[in-house]
T-cell receptor, first 114, second 115 residues
Framework: EPEVTQTPSHQVTQMGQEVILRCVPI?????FYWYRQILGQKVEFLVS????????KSEIFDDQFSVERPDGSNFTLKIRSTKLEDSAMYFC????????????FGEGSRLTVL | AQSVTQLGSHVSVSEGALVLLRCNYS??????LFWYVQYPNQGLQLLLK??????LVKGINGFEAEFKKSETSFHLTKPSAHMSDAAEYFC?????????????FGQGTTLQVKP
């Protein structure tokens, strides 16, 4: 069964460093998303991406964050200068687009900022 | 602001007992409603969804949920729990039409199933 894959599964970084989290969505999906879950808190929407541009973003997704789909298969989330509060589990998701809210999630990338 | 509340961060049931996980949403506009499940070391997986068709929705693994507009609720049930149901369950809502993937999640409920 097709699945969304994410790398790395766990990354530890120093505050102020740049981090790139990678995702390979399901191949025929058209919509791509990043969510995050800070330990003990709710899963939160960060950004949605369609047709090579951001379609919606939350207030969390500030100038420190960016997304791109560089090669038609990978979907990346970049955090330019990490802060302690960026420590979280980051989930990538994709959807074919026909049904609202039916997302296929990856297993997540745990980011720890020291 | 739109929100989702799941009552009980942890629910423990015996194998074979009824499972009831509660979810309430706040909105004057009927939303799309979802339950996602996360098994250990896996991503979130769609369990079932309500999109304004039948109010009683059946999902995978014997789970079902009933949309009650008057109570703004979408509680998840399963008549008989199985050990393999142990997981974290998330209620979520989506608003508006179109291909929106912006979900608002509840805080999650961890289901423990005791032998």
């Amino acid at each position: 069964e097709p699945e969304v894959t994410q790398t790395p599964s766990h990354q530890v970084t120093q505050m102020g460093q740049e981090v790139i989290l990678r995702c390979v969505p399901i191949s025929n999906h058209l919509y791509f998303y990043w969510y995050r879950q800070i330990l003990g808190q709710k899963v939160e929407f960060l950004v949605s991406f369609y047709n090579n541009e951001i379609s919606e973003k939350s207030e969390i997704f500030d100038d420190q964050f960016s997304v791109e789909r560089p090669d038609g298969s990978n979907f990346t989330l970049k955090i330019r200068s990490t802060k302690l509060e960026d420590s979280a589990m980051y989930f990538c998701a994709s959807s074919p687009g026909q049904a609202p809210g039916e997302l296929f999630f990856g297993e997540g990338s745990r980011l720890t900022v020291l | 602001a739109q929100s989702v509340t799941q009552l009980g961060s942890h629910v423990s049931v015996s194998e074979g007992a009824l499972v009831l996980l509660r979810c309430n949403y706040s909105s004057s506009v009927p939303p799309y409603l979802f339950w996602y499940v996360q098994y250990p070391n896996q991503g979130l997986q769609l369990l079932l969804k309500y999109t304004s068709a039948a109010t009683l929705v059946k999902g995978i693994n014997g789970f079902e949920a009933e949309f009650k507009k008057s109570e703004t609720s979408f509680h998840l049930t399963k008549p008989s729990a199985h050990m393999s149901d142990a997981a974290e369950y998330f209620c979520a809502v989506s608003y508006g039409s179109g291909n929106t993937g912006k979900l608002i999640f509840g805080q999650g409920t961890t289901l423990q199933v005791k032998p």
